[in-house]
């Protein structure tokens, strides 16, 4: 058994999106296709060298192979200790917060998130840095510029890792340390809620569904809720890990979790419905009768999170990515805190949080965080949920209900066009932005443009700039269409329209979703051309 260096030719895909690397599996399966891109990491990151690295992942199909995989190529890199979730099982979440509690100089995570799993599924890969958060676009740069050029890699040949066997072990000189996926992570959320109150909560005759979708998040789940917190054993369902996510998507939303939504919409419906995804960073949260929208949950957090533990002082200040609807805005201006808008990817929120900027944050793609990890969690936000709940006495209804009498309710919808070819989705953009310039101030049926521009951020942490982050056609307070192409799929191009609409009166506070932004769907057709220009006739999925 040894270190061998082996000659290699590059790949010329490589270069990460929103959130890693996400292929196909029988990409990833092409011989040396991972050892080049894990050889490229360890290139780029000089202090793995040496140091501490975790490394887990979602459970899909691949998983354990890459995982061997990445071992092999860190020994042979010279990282000198590994820490590995049991089973080769990590939520995201819990990686994040694995690799500060450890002070490690970095993380694999292998996930592709949302996306199916299986043999002819989904993979993925993402370098997280020490901080626990994704790696910046100048660092994914550098890694895909090398990785375009590489012509060798290190690896340790000989020997497995025994991934099922907690405790130490030895790859070549580098130290192997498996460890219980869920221990550190349960401990960190003790730190952050009432988990008394909550059992309280439970001991009462409330009752929660929690939907695990096959993926990272069922032993987790079955360790919170149940054992810890005392919610009866079918609080949690599909919480098998499987390679294949057994056959669904594990995308949260009112689409592919439409069993746990017809179940909260039904005479029995529990008093907390939630899902997570497939590397437990995503939630959906619903009531009985009700669901929540990410930017909803977000807004509604804010507003309670000063009653939880871990949140007692307040929020240093709350950030939304560009597309979420603009909900947190209002709780920001009333509790006189700092609000930012930002680029798409949680690594634009981990600057923030990192700088102290942040308390909270959220995306419109069913992610919510604090200032507890670098990215978002799933898990963490059911519990702040169920955590509200115990506090106010409250149900989900009463609090989306008291929430939009104070704030008001901004309507909100995402249409997704999946897997359309490059060049017409492009035609899509281009058009609309060709005519960005003269927008402003046309009136369109009752609104009127207020703003029409490509969006770009300027960081205020390291005053790096973010272009070309998505179209926005802003009627002022009133309403907001916005078009972005996709960075997470791995076939065709996603696009995007999202669709947002405020209303302040009593009487407009309940309407049926569809029914509010039907005005904004006419529009949003006869700006963008979609149909026009790609031959769809509509969304491949509306959330």
């Given at each position: 058994m040894a270190i061998r260096e082996i000659?290699?030719?590059?790949?010329?895909?490589?270069?990460?999106?929103?959130?890693?690397?996400?292929?196909?599996?029988?990409?990833?399966?092409?011989p040396h296709y991972l050892e080049n891109f894990l050889q490229s990491v360890f290139d780029c990151v000089q202090e793995l060298h040496g140091g501490t690295l975790i490394i887990g992942g979602d459970g899909r199909y691949y998983n354990r192979t890459a995982i061997q995989t990445a071992c092999a190529?860190?020994?042979?890199?010279?990282?000198?200790?590994?820490?590995?979730?049991?089973?080769?099982?990590?939520?995201?979440?819990?990686?994040?917060?694995?690799?500060?509690?450890?002070?490690?100089?970095?993380?694999?995570?292998?996930?592709?998130?949302?996306?199916?799993?299986?043999?002819?599924?989904?993979?993925?890969?993402?370098?997280?840095?020490?901080?626990?958060?994704?790696?910046?676009?100048?660092?994914?740069?550098?890694?895909?510029?090398?990785?375009?050029q590489i012509a060798r890699y290190r690896a340790h040949e000989g020997g497995q890792v025994d991934l099922d066997r907690r405790g130490l072990q030895t790859l070549g000189s580098t130290e192997i340390e498996v460890i219980d996926c869920v221990d550190d992570y349960s401990q960190l959320m003790q730190e952050l809620f009432d988990f008394d109150r909550i059992r309280d909560w439970f001991r009462r005759g409330h009752t929660l569904r929690f939907d695990a979708m096959h993926a990272v998040t069922g032993p987790?789940?079955?360790?919170?809720?149940?054992?810890?917190?005392?919610?009866?054993?079918?609080?949690?369902?599909?919480?098998?890990?499987?390679?294949?996510?057994?056959?669904?998507?594990?995308?949260?939303?009112?689409?592919?979790?439409?069993?746990?939504?017809?179940?909260?919409?039904?005479?029995?419906g529990p008093d907390l419905a939630a899902a997570s995804d497939g590397d437990g960073d995503r939630n959906m949260i619903l009531g009985k009768d009700i669901f929540i929208s990410p930017g909803d949950s977000l807004a509604m957090l804010?507003?309670?999170?000063?009653?939880?533990?871990?949140?007692?002082?307040?929020?240093?200040?709350?950030?939304?990515?560009?597309?979420?609807?603009?909900?947190?805005?209002?709780?920001?201006?009333?509790?006189?805190?700092p609000l930012y808008e930002t680029p798409t990817g949680w690594k634009f929120f981990a600057n923030l949080l990192d700088a102290g900027k942040l308390t909270l944050c959220g995306e419109e793609s069913f992610g919510t965080s604090s200032v507890h990890a670098r990215e978002k969690d799933g898990v963490w936000a059911v519990l702040a949920w169920l955590n509200v709940l115990a506090v106010t006495g409250l149900s989900v209804k009463?609090?989306?209900?008291?929430?939009?009498?104070?704030?008001?309710?901004?309507?909100?919808?995402?249409?997704?066009?999946?897997?359309?070819?490059?060049?017409?989705?492009?035609?899509?953009?281009?058009?609309?932005?060709?005519?960005?310039?003269?927008?402003?101030?046309?009136?369109?049926g009752d609104y009127t443009i207020s703003e029409a521009d490509e969006f770009s951020y300027h960081d205020p942490v390291d005053n790096s700039i973010a272009v070309n982050q998505g179209l926005r056609v802003i009627f002022g307070d009133a309403a907001r269409i916005i078009l972005r192409l996709s960075g997470t799929g791995t076939k065709g191009s996603t696009l995007r329209v999202y669709l947002e609409r405020y209303e302040t009166r009593e009487s407009a506070l309940n309407w049926d979703t569809r029914d509010a932004l039907a005005p904004l769907v006419n529009l949003a057709d006869r700006l963008t051309r979609i149909g026009e220009l790609t031959g769809r006739k509509a969304p491949s999925v509306i959330t």
């Open positions: 000659s290699t030719k590059p790949y010329l895909d490589q270069k990460s999106g929103t959130a890693g690397l996400r292929k196909k599996v029988a990409v990833f399966q092409q190529v860190a020994t042979g890199n010279g990282v000198a200790r590994i820490v590995i979730g049991q089973g080769g099982l990590l939520s995201t979440p819990a990686a994040s917060h694995l690799i500060r509690k450890r002070g490690a100089q970095g993380g694999l995570l292998f996930t592709a998130s949302h996306n199916p799993a299986g043999p002819d599924g989904d993979f993925g890969i993402k370098f997280n840095v020490a901080g626990g958060g994704q790696a910046s676009e100048g660092l994914t740069n550098r890694i895909y510029e090398t990785s375009k987790y789940a079955e360790r919170i809720f149940v054992e810890q917190l005392g919610a009866p054993l079918l609080s949690v369902q599909n919480a098998s890990p499987l390679e294949d996510f057994g056959g669904g998507h594990p995308d949260p939303n009112l689409i592919y979790a439409k069993p746990l939504v017809d179940l909260a919409f039904s005479a029995n804010a507003a309670h999170l000063h009653e939880l533990p871990g949140y007692r002082r307040g929020l240093a200040g709350l950030a939304r990515s560009m597309p979420t609807c603009r909900a947190a805005d209002k709780v920001a201006s009333a509790l006189a805190i009463e609090i989306a209900q008291r929430h939009w009498k104070r704030f008001g309710r901004h309507y909100y919808a995402r249409h997704d066009y999946d897997e359309l070819p490059g060049p017409a989705a492009d035609s899509v953009m281009q058009a609309l932005a060709n005519q960005l310039a003269e927008l402003p101030g046309r009136s369109l």
